[in-house]
């Protein structure tokens, strides 16, 4: 398996400008969600979905989009990108199925610079 | 969601035992405990979850006092490869999903030492 994989890993916008980050994850789970990591805190959770087809805001969901069409599939879209967006993204999976349920699983993160 | 405070940073040398205590004071009686260990530029890994008295995995153990307002994350005869960052978190199983939201604060940077 290669778990929760995110594209691309790196990416320059410029202010306004829209973008999508990918998420994919390939071990059937039911639930996914994205953070934000700012230098030197703790993630913060922008969205999540519990399902195909079900998506719920988190702590900072403002500027951002998410629909889950697919149970591998999370993407995450920047509406119009502002240099506060300038952060690290982190997507992850779980599910109440594995050995330790509710364990989630993270991807290896994309670093967005908004200039 | 219950706020924990855990202390900024520590120090150890390997092969020494660290422990790590995190306060929750406002736990809620459905809150599971659940600590996170963070590379640099690598997502977030589970070490270990708990609810109550003395949970132990291949990893660490995680003690949890009967008033559950505190808990201590004990990792065994520490590594180099173990300086990383360790989150503790408190939150429930879902609410009726299985999706538990965490929230993450600034955690503990642990550096070791040869």
């Known amino acids: 398996n290669a778990g929760v994989t995110q594209t691309p890993k790196f990416q320059v916008l410029k202010t306004g400008q829209s973008m999508t980050l990918q998420c994919a994850q390939d071990?059937?789970?039911?639930?996914m969600s994205w953070y934000r990591q700012d230098p030197g805190m703790g993630l913060r959770l922008i969205h999540y979905?519990?399902?195909?087809?079900?998506?719920d805001q988190g702590e900072v969901p403002n500027g951002y989009n998410v629909s889950r069409s697919t149970t591998e599939d999370f993407p995450l879209r920047l509406l119009s990108a502002a240099p506060s967006q300038t952060s690290v993204y982190f997507c992850?999976?779980?599910?109440?199925?594995?050995?330790?349920?509710?364990?989630?699983?993270f991807g290896p993160g994309t670093r967005l610079t908004v200039t | 969601l219950a706020k924990t405070t855990q202390p900024i940073s520590m120090d150890s040398y390997e092969g020494q035992e660290v422990n790590i205590t995190c306060s929750h004071n406002?736990?809620?009686?459905?809150?599971?405990i659940t600590w996170y260990q963070q590379f640099p530029s690598q997502g977030p890994r589970f070490i270990i979850q708990g609810y109550k008295t003395k949970v132990t995995n291949e990893v660490a153990s995680l003690f949890i006092p009967a008033d559950r307002k505190s808990s201590t994350l004990s990792l065994p005869r520490v590594s180099l490869s173990d300086t990383a960052v360790y989150y503790c978190?408190?939150?429930?199983?879902?609410f009726g999903t299985g999706f538990q939201k965490l929230v993450f604060g600034t955690g503990t940077r642990l550096l070791v030492s040869p």
């Open positions: 979905s519990v399902g195909a087809g079900i998506t």
């Open positions: 071990m059937n789970h039911e639930y």
């Open positions: 978190l408190v939150g429930g199983r879902g």
């Open positions: 992850a999976s779980s599910s109440t199925g594995t050995p330790t349920d509710y364990e989630q699983y």
């Open positions: 406002n736990i809620a009686t459905n809150d599971y």
